[in-house]
T-cell receptor, first 113, second 115 residues
């Protein structure tokens, strides 16, 4: 009965590779997000999608490209991975108009070697 | 512009004693305020939220927070700490109720519980 799920949970890869992280929510929410949490636990929003439309696009390198095939999925594709991309990436979802409560996935720990 | 400041990066208390985690915010509008908890190697879980209803908000696991507009604060408290409360806590501010609402996380407070 997982509400927000992410795969994979751990991702270890070499610099320069391209990788994707998948996110799915079964809550019927219309908005999904990607966050990056650095080694100091600081959380920063990267993207927000509403009904498959990009709404928030913070200052993120264009090597990061979100893709939303439908309302329940928001995938994150990263090209040409760099050492500084190592972090934990969290997906979240919410329903607009319901006080913005966000439900978070378990996170994907990305390590770039 | 909105912002949120968690005044302590680390708080350590003894089991059974009160917990106070401090959060101050700034917002141009009437904000929604949240506290989330993150246990080691886990995702974030909502503890409680304030959305312009009662200023004293009760959450899960015995936590509560009081919205004080005059002090622009939303401190998190618990009367008696339990070992299982050891975690990272995030104060969050959000303006508006649209999909473009800005959501800002505080830098987090690590709560340690001494036996």
């Amino acid at each position: 009965d997982t509400a927000v799920s992410q795969t994979p949970k751990y991702l270890v890869t070499q610099m320069g590779n391209d990788k994707s992280i998948k996110c799915e929510q079964n809550l019927g929410h219309d908005t999904m997000y990607w966050y990056k949490q650095d080694s100091k636990k600081f959380l920063k929003i990267m993207f927000s999608y509403n009904n498959k439309e990009l709404i928030i696009n913070e200052t993120v390198p264009n090597r990061f490209s979100p893709k939303s095939p439908d309302k329940a999925h928001l995938n994150l594709h990263i090209n040409s991975l760099e050492l500084g991309d190592s972090a934990v990436y969290f997906c979240a979802s919410s329903q607009v108009g319901r006080s913005d409560t966000q439900y978070f996935g378990p996170g994907t720990r990305l390590t770039v070697l | 512009a909105q912002s949120v400041t968690q005044l302590d990066s680390h708080v350590s208390v003894s089991e059974g004693t009160p917990v106070l985690l401090r959060c101050n915010y700034s917002s141009s509008y009437s904000p929604s305020l949240f506290w989330y908890v993150q246990h080691p190697n886990k995702g974030l879980q909502l503890l409680l939220k304030y959305t312009s209803a009662a200023t004293l908000v009760k959450g899960i696991n015995g936590f509560e927070a009081e919205f004080k507009k005059s002090e622009t604060s939303f401190h998190l408290t618990k009367p008696s700490a339990h070992m299982s409360d050891a975690a990272e806590y995030f104060c969050v501010v959000s303006e508006g109720y649209s999909s473009a609402s800005k959501i800002i996380f505080g830098s987090g407070t690590r709560l340690s519980i001494r036996p």
